[in-house]
């Protein structure tokens, strides 16, 4: 082992290797790896039900994993109880002891491990002062507000000097403006006693504000590792894009390295390595597309369609010539009709590889027109070389897929899980009960939670054996 490798080990004080979760009804956690560096703010982001709240019980110790194991400091703690390792956990809901004062909730860890009293004392003045509290180790806690409950569950969390702090979500109660500033206070206390924050947060703002780097987790999976500015300038999927802040995400063509079409326009860009005439997704954040007072300067055209104050920009919305629709940020106010000229710097367009170009699922013939897949039997265009039973790759085009206002009218049911506009149309996520996907490119506008029928023409099923 090199130095270089050594001294990168000894900066880890947490590392999950293939860690994996599941509950009776769903998988949660899916063969996570991830490393923490000592000292170092570090935030799980991502929706409700990604797994990041199990992924920090896990590292507390009370949730185990499936398979996977969790180290700290080089050792295996998987089978250490939460009590005996060195961290300690503020939740959202603060659990304080009602019958204690703010000083004896503090404390109260303290005493449990026969802390000497001086020693006590000295401790939860210190945390007192750090949390602002100096004043109030008297109080009952529940005369406290909300941000002032917090601080005093953040104190007795760190009065035990553990080496690493995690924080499920502990300013979602808080009202908007003491979250901002509990934000910047949480990011004070860790600059100053230099120990490891683990926080989970589904706020994108709330992850760009506080960490060093932000972990972005989706269906159990992680997603994108990486610092604020990365994360946000440099997303690696779709799902990144449109979860981290405000994206204009649209299909696009890497025409060669330096060069990229998308909007009806081709532009050029700093991405390489992509090949020639390959699809990908197109990332353009809405303060990237420049308004050119001057139109000589402008690489394209749109006309405004909306421009809304939001307190320090506008949001405007523009179709393009080409028949797309762009979000645009600007100090400037543009009237609802009027023609504007558009340029995006080469630095600010940024390419993703496509997750994927079609639908592709297994099946198995039932006929030489019919074919069963996606928990349903669909007709197919007949097929003389394939017949009952044999196992098929079925392929379908995303705008192929036919999606019904009553569910029931379709072979099967299903429910739009997400969906991305791309300036254009929707991309959406839809699902049957089984969790399978199905992928749809459509005009017409849905809701998440929509339950959907759905119908494949014959002639948009592409069949092949599968083992060809």
Request: charged letters at 30%; a negative charge.
């Amino acid at each position: 082992m090199n130095e270089n490798t050594t001294t990168s080990q000894q900066d880890v004080i947490i590392r999950l290797d293939h860690v994996s979760k599941s509950f009776p009804d769903k998988k949660v956690l899916d063969d996570i790896s991830l490393e923490i560096k000592r000292g170092e703010f570090v935030t799980l982001l991502g929706p409700s039900g990604c797994g990041k709240t199990t992924t920090l019980r896990i590292i507390a110790g009370f949730c185990a994993a499936d398979e996977g194991a969790v180290m700290m400091d080089g050792e295996d703690i998987s089978s250490i109880p939460p009590h005996r390792r060195p961290l300690n956990t503020v939740f959202q809901r603060y659990a304080l002891f009602p019958h204690l004062d703010v000083y004896d909730n503090i404390a109260f860890g303290l005493k449990l491990k026969g802390v000497d009293s001086d020693e006590i004392d000295t401790r939860v003045r210190k945390m007192l002062k750090l949390v602002s509290m100096t004043d109030y180790e008297d109080r009952d806690v529940e005369s406290l507000s909300g941000g002032q409950q917090q601080r005093v569950a953040i104190a007795r969390a760190l009065v035990n000097y553990p080496k690493v702090l995690l924080l499920d979500e502990p300013l979602a109660a808080l009202d908007y403006k003491m979250r901002k500033d509990m934000q910047i206070e949480l990011k004070e206390m860790h600059q100053k006693l230099g120990i490891t924050f683990v926080y989970v947060t589904h706020d994108q703002e709330e992850a760009l504000t506080l960490s060093d780097r932000i972990v972005v987790m989706n269906e159990g999976c992680i997603q994108q590792i990486g610092t604020p500015t990365d994360i946000y300038n440099e997303p690696q999927n779709e799902f990144v894009a449109d979860f981290i802040g405000e994206s204009n995400i649209l299909n696009g063509t890497m025409v060669k390295d330096g060069r990229v079409s998308f909007l009806g326009y081709e532009f050029d860009g700093v991405d390489e390595g992509f090949g020639e005439n390959v699809p990908v997704d197109v990332v353009v954040r809405p303060e990237d597309v420049e308004i050119r007072r001057d139109q000589s300067k402008a690489e394209f055209f749109g006309t405004v369609t909306s421009c809304t104050f939001k307190g320090v920009f506008y949001q405007i919305f523009v179709n393009t010539e080409t028949g797309f629709e762009l979000m645009a940020q600007n100090y400037r106010k543009y009237d609802v009709g009027e023609r504007v000229g558009m340029q995006i710097q080469p630095a600010n367009i940024q390419v993703m590889h496509k997750s994927r170009l079609r639908n592709v699922f297994e099946g198995e013939m039932v006929d030489e027109t019919s074919v069963s897949f996606l928990d349903g039997e669909f007709e197919c265009s007949a097929q003389q070389d394939l017949k009952a039973g044999d196992k098929v790759r079925v392929e379908v085009e995303f705008d192929a897929v036919d999606l019904l206002d009553y569910a029931e009218e379709g072979v099967v049911q299903a429910e739009v899980y997400s969906l991305i506009y791309k300036g254009d149309h929707y991309h959406l996520d839809v699902r049957l009960d089984s969790g399978i996907h199905i992928y749809v490119d459509t005009q017409d506008v849905w809701d998440k939670g929509d339950l959907v029928g759905i119908n494949i023409r014959p002639e948009d099923i592409k069949l092949s054996r599968l083992n060809d």
